[in-house]
């Protein structure tokens, strides 16, 4: 492996967040906050810069050798070095440990949005005390919110646009970072795919942000946008979306976070005059009916039961069939695209209802969006193969090919599934395993935890649910789970590949 390039690459991503933690600098200072916190986001900013100038000069060649082991080496300690140069904010200004800080990077980067911070946090911002997530500097909030928007359509795949010399071997890197089971591309050069799926990220971030905006504040809107956009879920407010209490803003959130759960591609197309492509895709079609399914089935137990709809702000809304379908339809959409924004207080809903929400984590978004989860081609795949193996045990000398979207899938991808099925599953039950090993993590913690890291989804049940936050946990439960939101948002393919002792050997 040519660790020379690998170094220089991953030296250029550290620039690139030191000049993303920059750009809250001008924000912190036009929102208020202190010159003491400015002087500290600066300072944030700075040391990345500096520490990926530095390995870049140290590690300079002219020569680009970038093949497979070079590629998931550089997504997958790039990641971990944005993440760790990503906690410098949160260390510097608030009273954040540093493994505290590194869950709530990677939590932001992976579009998690689990997060350790909650009303019982105190920090401190010269003599000033302040407490709560709404409290925080606005320069750090913004970057928190950040993470989410840089962390979805991909780090490194933000680098290919942005950044000439990536191309250079780019396949490597897209195919290891980009969600899925394939990697599709619009375009023959990598650069000009990465280019174009970015510009329909911003395109539709900027559309929510204008539509956010006659309910609620620039920064919030923007902020917002970030956890919508990103599927991520992390809010200005404590909480979450439902301290609004705004029929439009969870009208918004939940029509923009369905459409990030959505494959791009197909957002490229129907920008491109194409939008029947959304119904010939077979992957939409089945996320369509998952989401439709999902909200009105939960929407009709709500009213069958009748019991209070407890909002996340503490107010009881009663369960008729407008109320149902405004809070089943938000969590559903929300919990399927890994979003992990609340307006209500799901735990408590009947158990059908947290089963089917459950289920939805596991299964995730559409591959190409920024969706996590198992994502829904896969859930197709498996579908229809299945469906074949049990006509061939009566018909068994049949010939049966597998179709997606008009396409036979060949032997290999049907094979790369099957094992990260398999793999999926024994990761989750091994990390509930490691969980509930610690006393004070109940059993429906440790699995909800366990699923809401590895899915990328943020907040599950019990100890860790709507309500709730990751803070009370011991330390190394949380760097467990941080290690699971990577193996999450990289597909697991591409990290296990790099803990391979047969990855480093020549």
Not at 127 to 145: F, Q, V
């Amino acid at each position: 492996m040519n660790i020379r390039s690998v170094l220089n690459v991953i030296a250029t991503l550290i620039v690139v967040i030191g000049l993303a933690i920059l750009t809250s600098v001008p924000v912190g200072w036009m929102m208020g906050d202190s010159n003491e916190v400015i002087v500290r986001l600066f300072i944030s900013a700075l040391i990345p810069i500096a520490a990926g100038i530095g390995l870049y000069s140290a590690s300079r060649t002219k020569h680009y050798e970038l093949g497979r082991r070079e590629g998931f080496a550089i997504v997958t300690f790039g990641w971990i070095a944005a993440a760790i140069f990503g906690a410098i904010p949160f260390m510097l200004i608030s009273d954040l440990y540093w493994y505290d800080a590194f869950f709530e990077t990677m939590s932001g980067f992976t579009t998690t949005g689990a997060s350790v911070l909650d009303d019982k946090l105190v920090i401190s911002t010269g003599e000033t005390l302040k407490r709560g997530i709404a409290d925080l500097p606005k320069g750090l909030l913004y970057w928190r919110s950040l993470t989410h928007w840089l962390g979805g359509m991909g780090i490194v795949v933000l680098s290919l646009a942005i950044i000439p010399f990536l191309k250079i071997g780019g396949q490597q890197l897209y195919n290891a970072e980009v969600p899925g089971p394939t990697s599709d591309q619009l375009t023959p050069r990598i650069a000009n795919s990465a280019k174009i799926l970015w510009g329909v990220y911003v395109l539709l971030s900027v559309i929510e942000t204008l539509m956010l905006l006659p309910s609620m504040s620039l920064f919030d809107a923007w902020a917002h946008t970030c956890g919508t956009m990103a599927t991520g879920g992390f809010s200005t407010l404590q909480s979450s979306v439902g301290g609004f209490n705004s029929v439009y803003v969870d009208t918004v959130i939940t029509l923009f976070m369905f459409l990030a759960g959505c494959n791009f591609i197909l957002h490229y197309r129907a920008l491109r005059g194409k939008p029947l492509f959304y119904f010939k895709d077979d992957e939409f079609r089945l996320y369509l009916f998952i989401t439709c399914f999902a909200t009105f089935s939960i929407a009709a137990l709500l009213m069958i039961t009748g019991n209070p709809i407890i909002t996340t702000d503490g107010s009881a809304m009663v369960p008729n069939l407008f109320n149902s379908l405004r809070y089943s339809a938000f969590q559903t959409v929300s919990i399927l695209t890994t979003t992990g924004f609340c307006t209500a207080n799901f735990a408590i809903w009947p158990t059908y209802a947290c089963l089917v929400l459950v289920s939805m984590m596991f299964i995730g978004g559409c591959g190409g969006s920024t969706g996590g989860g198992m994502k829904n081609s896969r859930l197709l795949l498996l579908l229809k193969y299945s469906t074949m193996q049990v006509k061939r045990c009566l018909f068994p000398r049949s010939v049966s090919n597998i179709h997606l979207n008009n396409s036979r899938v060949d032997s290999e991808t049907l094979h790369k599934v099957l094992s990260f099925f398999f793999l999926f599953v024994m990761i989750f039950l091994f990390f509930s395993l490691i969980l509930s090993l610690y006393p004070d993590i109940d059993f429906t913690t440790a699995t909800s935890a366990s699923i809401a890291s590895l899915g990328n989804i943020g907040p599950g049940l019990s100890k860790v649910g709507a309500t709730c936050t990751y803070s009370w946990m011991q330390p190394s439960a949380k760097i467990i789970l941080t290690f699971a939101m990577l193996l999450g948002r990289l597909e697991i393919y591409t990290v296990l590949i790099v803990l391979l002792p047969s990855f480093w050997r020549k």
